[in-house]
Each structure stands twice: as structure tokens, then as C-alpha cells.
């Protein structure tokens, strides 16, 4: 994919035709938005405007014709989370925001794309009264979790595109500068605080407030997940110990992955703990 990064810096034109081409494209809209990113990431907001305008055509046409606006959702987040790491340089503000950006389309998602919501509920409770013994839950409730999903959905694929985006720049202007970015990313205190305030709510008050709880989730679970890349890397252990880790966490921790990885995420906030664990020693003899 670097040889698209390439082609798509050397002028607007090229960027514009490939936003637009990965638009129409099913299921590519996220390669759409990492072209996005990249120009906004680069040259800025000015040049990423039209780049953005143009782009949303085919996805504001999937829209008219099919009722689904994710493609639209998700070249917008991204132009947003872009342009504030771009200003800030910081992935703990992108994943902040993503979370608030998940929770606020949740308001908008019944007027963006009702028809998909209904029709996906429909499909729901069809498979579900074919089941012997099961108990099918009530049209809202459904409609809500499917709102509430599709958000956090579109969320989750923006700042995935940016990390893609990222990755690209990384790689033409500066080699290895997102890993670097990846290993040290460590969350504030205070987002630390506000996203676990976000998931004690979601648990506590239950119903539509659960979209706080699984709006922040993910954007502990990354910084974690980044925690464990650091170590490993500092401790040079490399791609063994990675696919230890994650065989661990999906087939032995199963369910409880995330929440170690959530209170990972806390903790880490709190006591810094690559700081505290030193570099492998080099094997070289002072003798």
C-alpha cells in the first residue's frame, strides 16, 4: 500500500480519485478515509477539505440509494480525529474524542440511517422467533443496540483508518515514527478518569446509557494493548512473545481479555509502568 501513499501526495487530483474510487467500492470505505487522513495528516484541513467534498459523493450517493450513511460517518470522524492529531499529536485525544464521537451518533444514527436499522431489526427478531425457547427481545430494545453498535462501529473503523493513514506517513516521511507513537501511547490520568466515569455509568444506570460503557472501551483497550507492544519490545522478546500474549488473552483469559486489559489501561495511567521497567541489557562485555 505504500506505492497508493505515494501516488496519492503527489497532487490533489490523485488523492481526490482515490477517495472517491475506495468509496464506491463496498466494504472499502475505510481505505477511503486513510487516504483522507493521510492529506489532512500531511498538508492540513485547507488541502483535506476538498479532498473530503469530493470524497463524500459517492458515500452521500450509497446513501440516497441504500439508507446506509457508514461510509459518510466514517470519512467525517476521520476527518475530525485527523485534524486533531494533527494539531495535538496525541492518539489519547483521538481515542477520547472517538469514544465522545461514538456516543453523540448515537443521537444521529436513527435519522441517518433508519431504514438499515429496521430492517436489521427485523432480521434480528426473525432469526430469533425461529429458535426454539427463545425469548425475543422487544423491537426498541433491539433498535437501540443497533444503533448503539453501528456508532461504535463507525468509531472504531475511523480511528483505524487513521492509524493507517498514520502508518503511511510514518512510512514515507519518517520510518518507524508510529511505532515508536504506538509503544509509548499511555493515557492521562484525567482520560483515564473520565472513561472509566464513562463505563461506570453504562454498567450502573444500564439501558441507553450502556453506549457510555461500550463507547469507552475500546479506547482503553488500545492504550493497553500499546503497553504490552512497549514492554515486550523494550524487553526485545519480539514476535513470539505477541503471539503468546494474544493467545493467552482469546483462548485462556476468553472473556476476561478486555477487562484486564481495561484495568491494564488504569493502572497504567496512574504508576507509568514503562518507567519502571528497565531495558534489556546489552550483551556486550565491558571486559
Wanted: hydrophobic share 55%; aromatic share 10%; net charge positive.
Amino acid at each position: 500500500m505504500s506505492g497508493l501513499a505515494k501516488w496519492v501526495m503527489k497532487k490533489r487530483l490523485n488523492a481526490i480519485i482515490g477517495v472517491m474510487v475506495f468509496g464506491l467500492i463496498p466494504m472499502m470505505f475505510w481505505l477511503a478515509a486513510a487516504i483522507l487522513g493521510l492529506v489532512v495528516l500531511r498538508k492540513g484541513v485547507r488541502e483535506g477539505i476538498p479532498v473530503l467534498a469530493w470524497g463524500c459523493l459517492p458515500a452521500l450517493v450509497l446513501w440516497v440509494l441504500q439508507g446506509d450513511a457508514t461510509a459518510l460517518m466514517v470519512l467525517v470522524n476521520v476527518m475530525l480525529l485527523s485534524y486533531l492529531l494533527r494539531s495535538m499529536s496525541s492518539w489519547s485525544w483521538v481515542l477520547l474524542t472517538g469514544s465522545f464521537i461514538a456516543v453523540i451518533s448515537t443521537l444521529i444514527q436513527p435519522l441517518l440511517m433508519e431504514d438499515v436499522l429496521n430492517l436489521a431489526v427485523g432480521l434480528v427478531q426473525k432469526v430469533l422467533s425461529s429458535e426454539e425457547g427463545v425469548d425475543v427481545p422487544d423491537r426498541d430494545l433491539i433498535f437501540n443496540q443497533a444503533v448503539v453498535a453501528i456508532s461504535i462501529f463507525q468509531s472504531v473503523i475511523a480511528v483505524i483508518s487513521l492509524f493507517l493513514a498514520r502508518k503511511w506517513q510514518a512510512g514515507l516521511y519518517n520510518p518507524g515514527g508510529l511505532r515508536t507513537e504506538f509503544h509509548q501511547l499511555r493515557l492521562p490520568v484525567s482520560f483515564s478518569l473520565v472513561l472509566g466515569g464513562m463505563i461506570l455509568i453504562g454498567e450502573s444506570l444500564g439501558g441507553s446509557f450502556t453506549v457510555f460503557s461500550q463507547a469507552a472501551i475500546p479506547a482503553l483497550v488500545l492504550p493497553a494493548l500499546a503497553l504490552v507492544h512497549g514492554v515486550l519490545a523494550k524487553k526485545e522478546i519480539g514476535v513470539v512473545g505477541l503471539v503468546a500474549f494474544y493467545l493467552v488473552g482469546f483462548f485462556i483469559l476468553n472473556v476476561y481479555f478486555v477487562n484486564i486489559l481495561v484495568m491494564l489501561c488504569v493502572i497504567d495511567s496512574f504508576v507509568n509502568i514503562r518507567s519502571r521497567i528497565q531495558d534489556k541489557p546489552s550483551n556486550s562485555s565491558n571486559g
